[in-house]
Nanobody
Framework: QVRVVESGGGTVQPGGSLRLSCTAPYDSIRSVPMSWYRQAPGKERELVAFISKDSELIRLTDSVRGRFAISRDNDKNTVYLQMNNLKPEDTAIYYC???????WGQGTQVTVSP
């Protein structure tokens, strides 16, 4: 049973924007931190963004700081990753993780290409 579902990926040109969404159909996200990771071809999965359960603590990896933003709406049981000024090196499968365990989604593909 998939515990987390991502959506919003696609193909955009450099400089474009996408907003990814993540929801947990069978669990509440209200009491847990949420994270976005990505994995590019031939590379290890890396943490992109983290948000605490109350949104008090937010962390973004250096390569996306100033371009990406993570937010959450606990009433909608959804976490977002707003991605602006996308670059070809942002091309990857983006995964959402619920909490600090192993509740992963199946990922959504983001491709940035002229």
């Amino acid at each position: 049973q998939v515990r987390v579902v991502e959506s919003g990926g696609g193909t955009v040109q450099p400089g474009g924007s996408l907003r990814l969404s993540c929801t947990a159909p069978y669990d509440s996200i209200r009491s847990v931190p949420m994270s976005w990771y990505r994995q590019a071809p031939g590379k290890e999965r890396e943490l992109v963004a983290f948000i605490s359960k109350d949104s008090e603590l937010i962390r973004l990896t250096d390569s996306v700081r100033g371009r990406f933003a993570i937010s959450r709406d606990n009433d909608k049981n959804t976490v977002y990753l707003q991605m602006n000024n996308l670059k070809p090196e942002d091309t990857a499968i983006y995964y959402c993780k619920r909490g600090l365990g192993n509740d992963w989604g199946q990922g959504t593909q983001v491709t940035v290409s002229p």
